[in-house]
T-cell receptor
Framework: NAGVTQTPKFQVLKTGQSMTLQCAQD?????MYWYRQDPGMGLRLIYY???????DKGEVPNGYNVSRLNKREFSLRLESAAPSQTSVYFC??????????????FGEGSRLTVL | KQEVTQIPAALSVPEGENLVLNCSFT??????LQWFRQDPGKGLTSLLL?????REQTSGRLNASLDKSSGRSTLYIAASQPGDSATYLC???????????FGSGTKLNVKP
């Protein structure tokens, strides 16, 4: 059972470089989310997608862009990486359809370091 | 804005003890509440989901309860084991915002 799969698991970037984090889920979920987790800050929502073709900003969207490519895939792009974006990034998905959340499932995380 | 608080931030107990982890939230108009476990360097694993119409859920040695009127949920762990050592997080979901709001977690250490 794959669940939520994130790639890459580890990445080191230099300031100003760009990269895309990929996320795919095989549970036919409507909603997908990108979070970042930093020590002392907890989990913070970057962007989410309530359904294929829609995306919305979360708490900390600045410096990021997202694409809901299809129902399975939700990617997060850093256009010009900054050291402040050093973090662990988690993708998650749920059946949420506006009336019910369903159960939220997480990927294993992508550890990004920006030098 | 929904605020989710977990107290204490850290807890250390001897093996075999029964323990309670707390989660409180400011807005009682939540729909669902979910408890997670996170091991160091790993993702979050779902433990229990309490849906709107439910007041509690049980899985093995874990029991979670939800009291919307008081804005509180508790996670009860019976007969704790060293393998239970992890960070436990709760998250609430409000249907009209289509978002999950997370607490900062309780780091549990169960000593052999």
């Amino acid at each position: 059972n794959a669940g939520v799969t994130q790639t890459p698991k580890f990445q080191v970037l230099k300031t100003g470089q760009s990269m895309t984090l990929q996320c795919a889920q095989d549970m036919n979920h409507n909603s997908m989310y990108w979070y970042r987790q930093d020590p002392g800050m907890g989990l913070r929502l970057i962007y989410y997608s309530a359904s294929e073709g829609t995306t919305d900003k979360g708490e900390v969207p600045n410096g990021y862009n997202v694409s809901r490519l299809n129902k399975r895939e939700f990617s997060l792009r850093l256009e010009s990486a900054a050291p402040s974006q050093t973090s662990v990034y988690f993708c998650a998905s749920s059946e949420a359809d506006g009336l019910d959340s369903g159960e939220l499932f997480f990927g294993e995380g992508s550890r990004l370091t920006v030098l | 804005k929904q605020e989710v608080t977990q107290i204490p931030a850290a807890l250390s107990v001897p093996e075999g003890e029964n323990l309670v982890l707390n989660c409180s939230f400011t807005d009682s108009a939540i729909y669902n509440l979910q408890w997670f476990r996170q091991d160091p360097g790993k993702g979050l694993t779902s433990l229990l989901l309490i849906q709107s119409s439910q007041r509690e859920q049980t899985s093995g040695r874990l029991n979670a309860s939800l009291d919307k009127s008081s804005g509180r949920s508790t996670l009860y762990i019976a007969a704790s084991q060293p393998g239970d050592s992890a960070t436990y997080l709760c998250a609430v979901w409000r249907y009209n915002f289509n978002k999950f709001y997370f607490g900062s977690g309780t780091k549990l250490n169960v000593k052999p």
